[in-house]
Each structure stands twice: as C-alpha cells, then as structure tokens.
C-alpha cells in the first residue's frame, strides 16, 4: 500500500490546527474595533505606515526593485501586494512540490523549474526516472487577488513498467486571493482555486481516460516570527469523474531563515515537509500506489493511505525581482511502497 494507513481526518486537523495557531489573535468581540475590522478585510499598510518598519531580508546583489516607482492603471495591478507594503520581501518563496505548494503573495512573476524524480528500484513501478521542465505564471490583478497558470510544461518518463515516452502536462488555471495581509503581525492568508485541464499526453500519465479534469481548492497561510519564517498550505484535488482519479488532500509546510546576512545576504536555507491522501479508489489503474504530485492515477487500491516525504535546499534571493531556488527531496514514508525515491528540484523566479 502506499506510504502509511493513517488516516487522513487526522492530517487535516492537524494543519488546521497549525494554521488555527499561526493566525494572529485578534481583541475580543467586546473589544473590536471598526477600524480593525476594516484593516483586516480590505485594507492594507503602505510600505511607510507604522507597521511597514521592519526590513525586509537582504539580497545577494542588489536591493533595488527594477520595477519600483511602477503605476498601474489601479493599485497593484501587476506589482501585487507590492503596491501597498513590503511584507511579501521578508520571505522567501517555497521550493519543493512546486505544481500545487502555492504561496500566499500576490505578485506578478514568472517561475521556471526543472524536476528530477528518481522511482524506488524495489516499488512497483520498476525503478526509473521522471524529468519535468515547466513555466508557471502568476500575473496581479490588484493588490489582493492574482491569476494562476501554475501546471504545464514538458515531461520525459522512463518508468521500468512503461516503455520510454515524453510529452506535455496537463495544465491549470486559478485565482487566488489575500482575505488578511497583517503587516504589524507579518502575517497573510490566502484561499484560491484551480481548474486543472487533463489535456495532456496519456503516454506519460497525464490526461484521463474520459478527459474529465481536476478542481484544486487550497488555503495557504505566510508568518514570521522574528527571522524564522513559515508558509504552510491545505488543499484538495477534486476529479470531476469519480472512476477516473482519486479525490485527494494535501498539505505542505515550509521552514527557512537568512542564516548570516553580513557574509552570505540573501541566502535562506530552507526545510519543508509534504504529505498526500488518498481518500478515494477509482478503476483506472488497477494498482495500490497513486500519482502524487505529478499526476492522478485514478488507482483502484490507495483510499486511505498516505505519502510523506521531505526536502532540503535553499532559496537565494539575488534581488527583488530575482532568486533562485534548489532542493534535495527524500521518502519520509517507506519508499518502496510508493513511488517516492529521490527528488532534485531547481527554479528560477523572476517578479515584479
């Protein structure tokens, strides 16, 4: 079976539970204020407020915005959260699970990755290896709420059970938006949703059967506490026919810190830790490991297991505008019952 048969009930209280313990508290009813009130829903803190003193983490070459000085034809069209507080650059993006660990900024950026995933020799699936190249682009439309195009791109499966084949992903489109940017309590929330399009080559696992696609709803969180920052996310993938994928939850938790800021600016060693559940059979595969994160199998024998493995790495911020990521990804459960080996990632993330 794949990974533990924990339940997956458990996993998601849990990360309700740390994302419950991340959101700022807030005055007691008696005590709430209007202008609180206002400030949580729909305001936000420009960068020279009280609350906006704090600097951000400092960069590797520069710390000039290229694109400072911008006016859209409304706050934060294309320059996002940007536009009205600095509290996105006091973080630094994710790495691992790079398809569905969406953070909760809004900006404008284009992200190129590159995705090495190595299959368990004594698993099912025979050994073998997966490469996947792709772009995803995120395009502000205010200061709350951005455009997803977060899965595409071109993939080379060399799986020991399957002949060797490449192709194209499917891919997703979304909106997200920030319900609470709290610049006094560096903290944001995040709800989004995705429409994920099975279009693409069946070859190497992507499309479905009857080419029903996918809806992915998530909730992603950012705080900080001192120089330890967090990002966390919950989700679910939700195929439209039953019987050709498994209804799935997710989640994601994303540690780093800028370790020596005089010697080595700009530069946050990171560790996260992923965790994928089944919670339903389908009868498109008769197998009992599923997709994780590259694609859903529709397997016939997973409902009720679970996958969990982790990554090491770092995230370089070069400038504002400019960073670089890399990350090591290794079996948290039992490699030989999933399709979890090894993984490398590396991106390039280029914003406004």
């Known amino acids: 079976m794949v990974g533990s048969r924990n339940g997956a009930t458990s996993f998601v209280l849990l990360c309700v539970g740390v994302a419950w313990c991340c959101t700022p508290q807030y005055a007691g009813a008696g005590e709430l204020r209007d202008s609180d009130l206002s400030f ?87 050994g073998g290896q997966l490469n996947v190249w792709a772009a995803q682009i995120r395009v502000a439309l205010t200061d709350r709420l951005a455009f997803l195009a977060t899965k595409d791109g071109w993939s080379e499966l060399n799986a020991g059970i399957l002949p060797r084949e490449s192709g194209w992903n499917d891919y997703s489109l979304g909106l997200k938006y920030a319900f609470i940017v709290d610049e006094s ?62 209804h799935i939850v997710y989640w994601d938790l994303h540690f780093d810190t800028e370790i020596a800021p005089e010697t080595l600016p700009g530069f946050h060693p990171l560790l996260e830790i992923h965790a994928l559940h089944y919670l339903s059979n389908a009868d498109r595969f008769p197998v009992d490991f599923g997709g994780l994160d590259y694609t859903n199998l529709g397997s016939s024998d997973v409902a009720g297991s679970s ?46």
């Open 185 to 246: 309590n560096e903290f944001i929330l995040t709800g989004g949703l995705r429409w994920e399009i099975h279009q693409g080559t069946p070859d190497i696992l992507q499309g479905g059967d009857s080419g029903d696609n996918e809806l992915n709803p998530f909730i992603s969180v950012a705080k900080k506490w001192d120089r330890l920052n967090f990002i966390g996310i919950i989700g679910a993938r939700l195929p439209m026919d039953h019987n050709d994928g498994n």
């Open 40 to 126: 949580r829903l729909t305001s936000s803190r420009a960068p020279d407020d009280a609350g906006s003193t704090r600097a951000p983490s400092s960069y590797l070459i520069s710390d000039k915005n290229l694109f400072e000085g911008y006016e859209g034809p409304w706050t934060g069209f294309l320059t996002g959260m940007r536009a009205t507080t600095n509290l996105r650059d006091r973080f630094a993006d994710t790495v691992g699970n790079p398809i569905y660990f969406e953070n909760p900024f809004i900006e404008t950026s284009l992200d190129l990755f590159y995705l090495w995933h190595d299959f368990p020799s004594n698993g099912q699936i025979g």
């Open 307 to 352: 996958v969990f493995w982790g990554d090491i790495g770092f995230r370089w911020k070069l400038s504002p505008n400019v960073s670089v990521g890399a990350a090591y990804g290794f079996p948290i459960s039992n490699p030989g019952n999933d399709i979890f080996n090894q993984r490398v990632t590396i991106d390039l993330v280029l914003s406004l």
